[in-house]
């Protein structure tokens, strides 16, 4: 049983058919590609999974046997999918080590009541929770970082706490989107290995992507999208040696 | 801070200003309400152009519950248990006709479930909206409330409702507006005050306030993060709803009374304009302006100007201080 | 309810739900150019008429008039130009907040520079007692004018957007301000003049309702609720919605006061309000695929 299951998804805002009928698979354990053109419709297929775009117009979506098509993102988060942004959405006014705090969110209730009354076994959660995120930092290799505003620090950073955030979740998928973007060629190296290293410790990555050499490297399966439909799937040398993904690219006879 | 509430009642002994107490404790009850609007704004960016309808809310619903004549169902059984409990009133009043009332703490129990129902009742279709949409839809609802209570006979229409009793404690200690009973009034206000400073205080520290900070800072991150942010809206809505409808009971009570301006659209923007004097998101900057503002606005400081003073303020505030003018200590 | 009370309370309706659309048009020339909500829109309504009621007294009233909108368009471009200008990248509560400010400041001027008291224009042509009979029901040839006139400024706008090229320019701006700029469009004086002829027709309504509703210092507020009411449902944007929506809200305003006492009136009007906003916040001939997409 495939960890994620889009069958038939689509998504029209008014007039614009976003995505048509799209269906894939994405099995435990792999890191699957989502690569297209602009106007594709590969961020808005992303958001539709990770629980942002609702209603679909149409198609289901079913992650770990639970259909999530009719969830809200909070729901999703707390169903074991975490993701990223491509503009990043760190928490200004925040530090980094509270950012990741956010994401250790869902571990327990988190009550106004109980949080109004500051009772030991409320802060006892608040501890573990800040032992916790502490941990993913240093995982993360960024520990220095915790007491720094979320805003004060270089982009290639921010994403390092972003990653760090959506970790905390304890995430079985982590939709990332565009990772890359902005990015050194140093810097995209480095984050194909932690992408990596990410598989291989057991969490199933869905990466929308502009990047070829990122995406060819570290994917073990491609989607391709153009113009809001599926055009090519399969490993990546099959997508890049496909007809129709070479003529949409490259505009060839 | 319990220090400088000592410090200021022992001064205004020692001055022969006492009667400046009977100010400062109409402040605290407004800086109550200053002081939930100022998490609802500051921590989780909800704005409210109509705050001061659930500070009516309490303040009308104690104020017809302990002065209904409830005499004619001395008999029915609820009043019978509430009335082992000690908590009704008989007595005859100026008429000399014999009444029966409710104790004001029934009431203070009623108008807080009243706030309740009507925050959680209009949160949950408006608090899906945002900036001028949200904006309108509370300043709506202040204006109903101004409306309803003007036009209600029951409500007291115009003129509002007095003759509200005092507000019982223990060993014959009672909220009201006497000059026998201000010194515990004073303490009393200042130390519900303090109370609910200390729990707003807890919340904005725990995670349900780290939370709340994250929908403020960007909505869509914090429930891609398992943040259920519909639920913690609503939910802070009714909390500020609830704080204000507790100031409105009191405030009552204190002063006797209670009238359709307490839930004018001018009361609503006033909360506003001091919240963001005292800065958006820094509850003891908005204790702090609150209780200037209203001390000065009380005693009359401000003239025929009074309104236009806080619409400068908003203003003024605005456009060089955004963030309020009361700095944050670094916590 | 007999043919002639019928008549009275439509009649009564379409006057009041004209000025309303009026004022509707006028939020959403703003906001079409801006993005914002002028809370201030009410009171150009109110600082039209008092205006007029001063000038009248020395000046022959078309001239009263004349002068009292060229006040208050000069007022309103003023406003903008010295509060809102300034602002760089506000949020939205900032924009609401400092709107509201500058309305209780000229609410509280006006209280200051004239008084508490109701004052009005004198009417057009008759007075207070003059009436036309339609159908049975009696109409003060002022009702006339108000039609008339908003009629004239709907129709004006209309012809002002689609053919003059500072009203395309306007149009351009609020499609795509960016665009516009690169096309040499001044979009920071395309926003003062939004102000200037929203601030113009709300003073223009407020003159020519002045002698039915009588023109208060704090008149202004309740205009701007109602204004943004109809707006909201027909559409924020949208000025022919505004037209319509007005009118649905005069009428219902109206005979509102036939079944229930005339202090929940406005009750009923904001609770219309409310129901728009909680279940169709774009309007009634709104798209809500688009609205999502907007900001605010």
Known sequence: MALLEVKNLSKSFGGLHAVREVSFCVERGTIHGIIGPNGAGKTTLFNCIAGSIRPLSGGTIVFDNQPIHSCASHEIARYGIARTFQTIKLFPRMTVLENVMIGCHTRSRGSILSGMFSLPSTRAVERSIRNAAMEELAIAGIADLAASDAQQLSFGQQRSVELARALSLKPQLLLLDEPASGLTMHEIDRMGELIGRLRNSGITVLIVEHDMSLIMTICDRLLALSSGRTIAEGTPHEVQTHPEVIRVYLGGR | MAASIIAIQVATTMTGSEFLLTQLIMAAWYSLVVVGLCLLMGYAGQISLGHAAFFAIGGYTTAVLSTVNLLPLKNALPLKMLASLGLTKGGTDPWGCEVLHLSPWISLLAAVTASAIVAYGIGIPILRLKGHYLAMATLGVGIITYRIALGTPLLGAADGLSDVPPFPFFAGLALDGTRAHRLFSYYFSWSIVLIVMLLLVNLIGSQAGRALRAIHGNEAAAQAMGVDTARYKLHLFALSAIIAAIAGVFMTHYSGGIGPAETSVMKSVRYVAIVAVGGMANVWGALIAGTILNFLSLRGFFGTYDDAVFGAVLIVMMLFAPNGMVMRKKS | ?296
Request: aromatic residues 10%.
């Open chain 3, 1 to 296: 309810m007999s043919i002639p009370l019928f008549l009275q309370y439509l009649f009564s309706g379409i006057t009041s739900g004209s000025i309303y659309a009026i004022i509707a048009i006028g939020f959403n020339i703003i906001y079409n150019t801006t993005g914002i909500i002028n809370f201030v829109q009410g009171e150009f309504a109110m600082l039209g008429g008092m205006t007029a009621i001063s000038f009248s007294r020395f000046m022959p009233l078309p001239a009263a008039i004349a002068c009292a909108v060229a006040v208050t368009a000069i007022t309103g471009g003023l406003l903008e130009f010295i509060f809102i200008r300034p602002l760089r990248n506000p949020t939205v509560i900032q924009m609401i907040i400092v709107t509201i400010g500058l309305s209780i400041l000229i609410r509280e001027f006006a209280l200051h520079i004239w008084d508490e008291k109701v004052h009005s224009l004198p009417y057009f042509t008759g007075n207070e007692i003059s009436s036309i009979r339609v159908f049975g029901a009696y109409l003060s040839p002022q009702v006339l004018w108000v039609l008339g006139i908003c009629a004239f400024l709907v129709i004006g706008l209309g012809l002002f957007f689609a053919h003059t090229a500072a009203g395309r320019a306007m149009r351009a701006c609020s499609a795509d301000s960016i665009g516009a700029t690169l096309c040499g469009i001044n979009t920071r004086n395309m926003v003062t003049m939004s102000f200037m002829i929203s601030a113009s027709i709300g003073a223009l309504a407020g003159c020519v309702v002045s002698p039915i509703t009588q023109t208060t210092y704090d008149c202004g507020m309740p205009l701007a609720v109602k204004g943004f009411t109809v707006a909201i449902i027909g559409g924020l944007g949208n000025s022919t919605g505004a037209v319509a929506a007005g009118l649905l809200l005069g009428i219902v305003e109206a005979f509102c006061v036939a079944v229930m006492p005339m202090a929940y009136r406005d009750v009923v009007v904001i609770a219309i309000l409310l129901m728009a906003l909680s279940f169709k916040p774009s309007g009634l001939f709104g798209n809500s695929a688009s609205h999502a997409l907007k900001e605010f």
